[in-house]
């Protein structure tokens, strides 16, 4: 049984899933908030994983929002409606552990959160999408053999069909696409300056204080 908590502020979204979760055997919904200040505020803190929105109402930024759940010792799940494809590159780049749009099937919501609270990572095209048109300075620098994974599953392939036009198993195209996301990590952590250090306490500061 995984347990996890959902911070979206959609309260027909959070009705569904209260009620479709009522009878799963795999996951236990142990709260529901609209702010990362809920969650750390409440004993759903301690969720194995939680389903983020992308874009909350507070005005919170993704990648702080991703951080402070990291920091508290949850895996991150984001969801969203928004194609919004540079936050959701922040996103994983702060360290989110996947992303699905909201009109999933519910049965890939479930195979992504064990995906994710085994230490995985949910792919989905919309990510890949994502990566695929990202134009930032600091885009990672990728591999032929990663390039063309990528730009084959944003595209709308299945990760088998994606697989099996580079000739390479399915595992092998989950393991060039966690390179990707390795590398976007990387890139997303700079050596930060007394400035940086200063400037990234004042965000945090200023969206909530203390991490956990």
């Known amino acids: 049984m995984i347990d996890i908590a959902v911070v979206d502020d959609d309260r027909m979204l959070l009705d569904g899933l ?8 795999r996951l236990r919904l142990v ?17 194995a994983v939680v389903l983020l ?3 909350l109402g507070d005005g919170s930024r993704p990648e702080a929002n991703v951080r402070r759940v990291r920091a508290a010792g949850s895996k ?7 194609a919004d494809h540079a ?17 999933h099937a519910l049965d890939t919501l479930v195979e992504a959160v064990e995906t994710v609270a085994a230490g995985g990572t949910a792919h989905s095209p ?10 930032t300075p600091t ?14 599953y944003a595209s709308g392939l299945t990760l088998k069909a994606t697989a099996r036009r580079a000739g390479i198993t399915v595992n092998t195209a989950k ?6 996301k390795e590398k976007y990590r990387q890139a997303g952590r700079p050596a930060l300056t007394k400035i940086d250090l200063a400037r990234r306490l004042d965000e945090d500061d200023a969206y909530g204080g203390r991490l956990g």
Do not use: C, M, N
């Open 18 to 25: 209260r009620a479709w979760l009522s009878g799963q055997q």
């Open 31 to 47: 709260g529901t908030v609209s702010t990362v200040d809920a969650l750390l505020a409440g004993p759903a803190r301690t969720a």
């Open 53 to 55: 929105d992308l874009v």
């Open 76 to 82: 991150v799940l984001v969801i969203s409606t928004i």
């Open 87 to 103: 936050r959701v590159v922040a996103a994983v780049a702060a360290g989110a552990d996947g992303y699905l749009t909201k009109d």
């Open 126 to 135: 919309e990510l890949a999408f994502g990566w695929v048109k990202d134009t």
């Open 139 to 152: 885009r990672p620098h990728l591999a032929p053999r990663e390039r063309q994974v990528l730009r084959d």
């Open 175 to 180: 393991y060039y696409l966690d390179q990707v």
